[in-house]
């Protein structure tokens, strides 16, 4: 049992330089060391008792048997890994029948095996301090030179004897690069370091009082530094003295991290590849696999770690698929066959399975990297030419012997192959040397991929198929001369196609029997795996977006890619120390809801669902708009995602831009607007004044006219007298119309008394014994835009002659109010009401109104039901954006 490989050669040497008198046993108690100080109080060498039991230098009383030491120190052993502190026992050296006081002190590994124990002996009648010169003068020079960390503390202890603090008694020059902790020499840790972790005094605080050495990988977090520490006490127990051994693993832990994200970031994109990968250790046990591997089994991860690739195989196959691998890991090649997996529905399909092995520097394989492609329809075919040969072999087996037997199926073996397959023998010049190889047999594959019709007796060095290396013949003399099987790896080239094979030598009586094996696709999908990673980095530093990847177990920043801060290395890390709390602080007010939503959906997100958000972060008192975009990245074992990734845009200038546009449409839209109530207004002035001045004078004249035919004396006759009756009724209404009319399109009083006064004029022309209209005006402001007016009285005039034509009302009123710098007209009526979800296009009168009212930033709201009235209310800004400006 090799226990000097598992203990720290640093360990070792500190244990042998260190003053006090030590013997390190196996877990057999065989010797693997000594201290100086012991083997010069021994007068012996430490060549001459390594290895020794320690039955063969020590006895127990009269005892001559090896059981009673070994019994003895096991007991106190056993009490020691119980957590009892062991009473000295007392052993006799049995060359010199020096008696020892020895206490022993066993160090385990996590799973509580023994490593190896330590003796530490003090001569009968002698103090454990005293030492010799020479050794106390060898502990210092390497105490001095070693490369770790060392140090000698003093504990404290309250009257509990619960360990307080400790001070630094000495410490070597590689304490300070290890720690950056200056002139600690003299001081305690609570002096240097007041925040210490308790869990350092406490673990050291051990160690003083058992005796029993610790191991231990932790950080001391005030110093952000991870250490590797060895803890053993040193001199006279009731001192409290501990002597530490340490190393800072900080730049390991980081590159341990590191290499983390970056296998994280490896398998994402693997899982691009069609082919099933896996990576499995050195038993065979598989610790990941791609993601069409889940796809294709079906299997769940748990059922697929581990062993559970076996379990997929078909039946007839996980005996040799077993076989197969494991003799390829005794002897770390590459594996390459052929076996079928279930698929998801139940069925199987056959696969080409290929897998290289990581080897160590012993040749040993470590690790292993696999892939699977499907071949089951080329296995089918293959199946029935095999079905087919052996038919044809059947009926060729009745008719001939035994050897023509043998002879067909070996041919029918090289044949079917899909392997390249040729024998050399070798050629030798008169030394014995060998020159070159001579071909003694091929299968079709390899003349079909040589392009030759045959190659039996031609020279390999001549005749090889494709371009070959130099090393491939040498490596071939190698196994004929050695006699070891080789393989490896070659570029052929076949016409004009370039092949990547893995090619299988063995020695074959004075020659080599030499299988190709056609590794392209695997080659191929490595190069892939190569360009996809150095891709994605290269979109990482090209892209201007933020590419983030958020850890929803830590809710913090994991990721940003550095290129996008443009060489603002602050708001990098300032983005790196991001925390959900800060992120949402950050945001507008009205968009943090939607941003906690928007991060909380990741947590139950499936694999292929995207979600996106355009937010603002308030930005040195500025706000920047953010549009993100982002699906989960990684889940944990069970299936929850653990880190989802983003693409975060600025299009703060898109929004911009988008504002300004809608201005300037809205701009266009009330020039529009105030264009077309101007010329609606000149045209209603100018039929008016045509009314007036034109049809109206006309009917007026006729009337006078009329009215002289009334004034003559004749008697008139009693039909005529009617009609003109009639004729000067109709001329009264006609003339009365017109004046109306011309009243309603150009409102003097509107102009005149202002838009109170004309609310009331358009009650008093609409009013009659059927219908009372009432208007009320309440709070208006002075000088209210003039075209603002005209915009009012025309809605209310409009929604009014809605009323007197459709509603069928007996009172309607219209009222009109200032509240907050809005004006709200309402307009009511008792009618006969209508459902709106009735209303074709909302009605061309309704429709008008809304349109206008939309141009001026204002609402309109109807609210209506039959036999319940109909109420209408329309909001406007007391400054709709400036019509005079407009």
């Not at 003109?724 to 109306?740: E, F, G, M, P, Y």
Request: hydrophobic share 40%; aromatic share 8%.
């Amino acid at each position: 049992m090799n226990i000097t490989a598992k203990l720290p050669v640093a360990t070792l040497k500190a244990l042998e330089k260190v003053p006090d008198l030590y013997l390190v046993l196996s877990p057999d108690l065989e010797v693997l060391t000594a201290s100086d100080a012991l083997l010069t109080a021994m007068s012996a060498s430490r060549k001459s008792m390594a290895g020794k039991s320690v039955a063969d230098i020590f006895t127990v009383g009269n005892a001559t048997t090896a059981s009673a030491v070994e019994a003895l120190l096991n007991e106190a052993v056993q009490k020691a890994l119980g957590h009892e502190v062991p009473q000295h026992i007392s052993l006799l050296q049995s060359r010199t029948a020096q008696l020892w006081r020895v206490q022993p002190s066993p160090v385990t590994d996590e799973a509580g095996a023994i490593l190896y124990t330590i003796l530490k002996l003090t001569p009968a009648g002698r103090r454990e301090h005293e030492t010799q010169p020479n050794t106390v003068d060898k502990y210092h020079t390497l105490f001095n030179s070693i490369n770790q960390g060392f140090c000698i503390l003093e504990l404290y202890f309250d009257e509990h004897q619960k360990p307080v603090d400790y001070r630094y008694l000495e410490v070597n020059p590689a304490f300070k690069q290890h720690t950056s902790i200056k002139n600690a020499q003299g001081k305690t840790i609570r002096e240097l370091l007041p925040g210490i972790e308790p869990f350092w005094i406490e673990q050291y605080g051990q160690v003083a009082l058992t005796g029993q050495p610790i191991r231990l990988v932790e950080e001391v977090h005030d110093l952000g530094i991870w250490f590797d520490v060895y803890a053993f006490r040193i001199g006279n127990p009731d001192a409290h003295h501990v002597a530490v051994l340490f190393s800072n693993i900080t730049e390991k832990r980081k590159a341990e991290e590191a290499l983390r994200e970056s296998e994280d970031r490896f398998r994402t994109v693997v899982n691009l590849v069609p082919d099933m990968l896996w990576i499995n250790n050195a038993d065979g046990a598989i610790s990941w696999y791609s993601q069409r591997w889940y796809e294709y089994t079906g299997l769940s991860e748990q059922d697929s770690i581990g062993y559970g690739w076996l379990k997929s195989l078909h039946p007839d196959d996980q005996k040799h698929a077993w076989h197969n691998f494991t003799k390829a890991a005794e002897e770390a090649r590459p594996l390459r066959q052929e076996y079928r997996i279930r698929d998801a529905a139940g069925g199987y399909r056959w696969f080409l399975v290929q897998a290289l092995p990581i080897k160590d520097k012993e040749g040993r394989a470590l690790q292993w990297f696999g892939a699977a492609t499907d071949i089951h329809e080329h296995k089918l075919a293959e199946e029935v030419i095999a079905n087919h040969n052996a038919l044809l072999e059947q009926e060729v087996s009745e008719r001939t012997e035994a050897m023509q037997e043998s002879k067909e199926l070996l041919a029918s073996v090289l044949e079917n192959t899909s392997s390249n397959i040729m024998v050399l023998k070798a050629i030798r010049d008169s030394n014995g040397e060998i020159m070159d190889f001579e071909y003694v047999l091929t299968n079709s594959n390899l003349l079909r991929a040589a392009t030759r019709d045959s190659l039996v007796g031609r020279k390999f060095g001549e005749e090889a198929p494709g371009v070959l290396p130099a090393a491939l013949q040498a490596n071939f003399k190698e196994v004929v001369e050695l006699g070891h099987d080789w393989t490896g790896e070659a570029q052929v080239r076949f016409e004009h196609r370039e092949v990547w094979s893995q090619v299988y030598a063995r020695k074959f009586d004075d020659g080599v029997l030499v299988t190709y094996f056609d590794i392209t696709q695997l080659k191929e999908a490595e190069r892939e795996l190569r360009d996809n990673t150095m891709f994605i980095e290269q979109i990482m530093d090209a892209t201007p977006d933020f590419i983030m990847v958020f850890n929803l177990q830590t809710n913090k920043v994991d990721f940003v890619n550095r290129s996008a801060y443009l060489g603002n290395e602050f708001r990098f890390h300032e983005t790196l120390s991001l925390d959900y709390a800060k992120i949402l602080e950050r945001a507008h007010p009205q968009d943090r809801k939607p941003l906690h939503r928007f991060i909380e959906r990741f947590r139950t997100a499936a694999d292929g669902q995207v979600y996106s958000l355009e937010y603002r972060v308030l930005q040195e008192g500025k706000t920047v708009w953010y549009r993100t975009r982002g699906k989960v990245f990684k889940r944990d074992a069970a299936g929850t995602p653990t880190h989802y990734i983003s693409v975060v845009q600025d299009i703060s200038a898109l929004k911009q831009l988008e504002a300004e546009n809608t201005r300037m449409r809205l701009d266009q839209q009330k020039a529009l607007l105030l264009a077309i109530l101007q010329a609606q207004e000149e045209e209603r002035r100018r039929i008016s004044e045509a009314l007036h001045n034109g049809v109206g004078q006309q009917l007026y004249a006729a009337k006078i006219h009329l009215d002289l035919l009334h004034g003559q004396g004749t008697a008139p006759d009693p039909k005529a007298v009617a009609a003109l009756a009639q004729v000067d009724h109709i001329l009264k209404q006609a003339i009365n119309q017109t004046r109306s009319l011309s009243h309603e399109l150009t409102p003097a009083v509107l102009g005149q008394f202002g838009l109170e006064a004309a609310f009331h004029d358009i009650a008093n022309s609409l009013s009659s014994k059927t219908l009372k209209l009432q208007c009320v005006v309440a709070n208006l402001p002075k000088n209210l835009d003039k075209n603002l007016q005209i915009v009012l009285y025309r809605i209310a005039q409009e929604l009014a002659n809605n009323v007197l034509k459709h509603a069928r009302a007996t009172a309607a009123s219209l009222l009109l109010r200032n509240e907050d710098d809005t004006l709200i007209l309402t307009a009511e009526d008792n009618g006969v009401g209508f459902d709106p979800a009735k209303l074709p296009a909302k009605g061309i009168g309704l429709s008008s109104i809304q349109d206008r009212v939309k141009l001026l930033n204002g609402s309109c709201s109807l609210s209506s039901s039959p036999g319940q009235g109909t109420s209408v209310e329309v909001r406007l800004p007391l400054h709709p954006l400036s019509l005079q400006k407009v």
